[in-house]
Nanobody
Framework: QVQLEESGGGLVQAGGSPRLACAASGRISNIYAMVWFRQYPGKEREFVARIAWRLGVTYYADSVKGRFLISRNSTSNTAHLQMNGVTPEDTAVYYC??????????????????WGQGTQVTVSS
């Protein structure tokens, strides 16, 4: 079994640059990709950013492109989400996910077998 633990959320001011981390542990046989989604109250989870583990290829939602940066540390099996210039619209619970298999539908939560418990990011204006 694989466990994911997010950290780095909290209350930040608009324009700030919080950095989220997601550490994978347990019986990790293979990481194909790690991803960040976010969820607003009463809404479905929405794709934020994804990184392919082997080559480090990244994908971003249009809403965060140019502001957020996803990266990985293969040694520690950790993915980071650097959030720059946050606005109140970025307030959400952020979840990291991990996939061990190829799935072309990478913007769907169904592509990822493992999830963290989520970390709240609140941006004050």
């Amino acid at each position: 079994q694989v466990q994911l633990e997010e950290s780095g959320g909290g209350l930040v001011q608009a324009g700030g640059s919080p950095r989220l981390a997601c550490a994978a542990s347990g019986r990790i046989s293979n990481i194909y990709a790690m991803v960040w989604f976010r969820q607003y109250p009463g809404k479905e989870r929405e794709f934020v950013a994804r990184i392919a583990w082997r080559l480090g290829v990244t994908y971003y939602a249009d809403s965060v492109k140019g502001r957020f940066l996803i990266s990985r540390n293969s040694t520690s099996n950790t993915a980071h989400l650097q959030m720059n210039g946050v606005t109140p619209e970025d307030t959400a619970v952020y979840y990291c996910g991990l996939s061990t298999r190829v799935d072309s539908n990478y913007m769907s939560p169904s592509a990822y077998e493992y999830w963290g418990q989520g970390t709240q990011v609140t941006v004050s204006s």
